[in-house]
């Protein structure tokens, strides 16, 4: 099961996305580094966390990855030369050399399938190699997704979206605890934290970020009057119910 990756609208995703920044940072403050370490920042969007990850690394080396050409394309335009750049989808991942760190922040819940994914970043790793990431966890945004789950059976959104399966894999922390050492990962260690947010900007942040997927599915015309059921489904002000999961592995030696 993978739904592969999709587009977004990098430039508003940049504009927008100040809560994602705060979390990366708090991921990186944590993130013990020497700086010569060669990093894969997994699902790297725009660039903006890649590019405090790059100032811990004078003497290291960064693959910023994304399945969305658009925020490749950004995330270079921020980052310039000093580093690599692929359009992968994670879930796929092949690399040439495996590296010493696998970063990632607020991309693994996009990726239905997390067996494949940490069989794949495993692989990517060099044997003690270390996986560190953040992305959405058991109950995140449960109430936004009621409101979604609400105004996409009005008949008139329900015939484009229907055939939808899940958007999101929000797991706990215990099945990914498991995932990881079944995928070839030791020392896992996984924790949820809380993180509400207020969106300054609630219908683009939402159009961008949360409904993205859904959107794609819509007819133009109805794209914009779907966002804003949403919010009139919402309470008001929008707090998203954000509950990050936190991840840390260690690859384990190939055969053991
Ligand atoms: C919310 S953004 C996070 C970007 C950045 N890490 C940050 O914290 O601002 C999620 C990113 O994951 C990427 N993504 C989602 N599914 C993916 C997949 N299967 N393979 C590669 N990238 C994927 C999206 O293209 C998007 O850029």
Known sequence: MNSGPREWDAKTYDAVSDPQL???MEVLSR???NGDESVIDAGCGSGRVTEELIKRLPDGHVTAIDGSEAMIDEARKRLGDGVSYEVADLAELEVEKPVDLIFSTA???WILDHDRLFTHLRAALRPGGRLVAQCGGE????EHARAIATVAARPEFAAHLSGMTGIWN?????ETEARLRNAGFTEARCWLEPKPVQPEHPLEFTSTVTLGPLLAQLPEQQRRPFAEAVLEESEKPLVLDYVRLNIEARAAALGS
């Open 22 to 24: 705060s979390w990366g």
């Open 31 to 33: 993130l013990e580094l």
């Open 107 to 109: 991309t693994f819940h």
């Open 139 to 142: 109950g995140n945004v449960a």
């Open 170 to 174: 929000f797991a706990s922390p215990e």
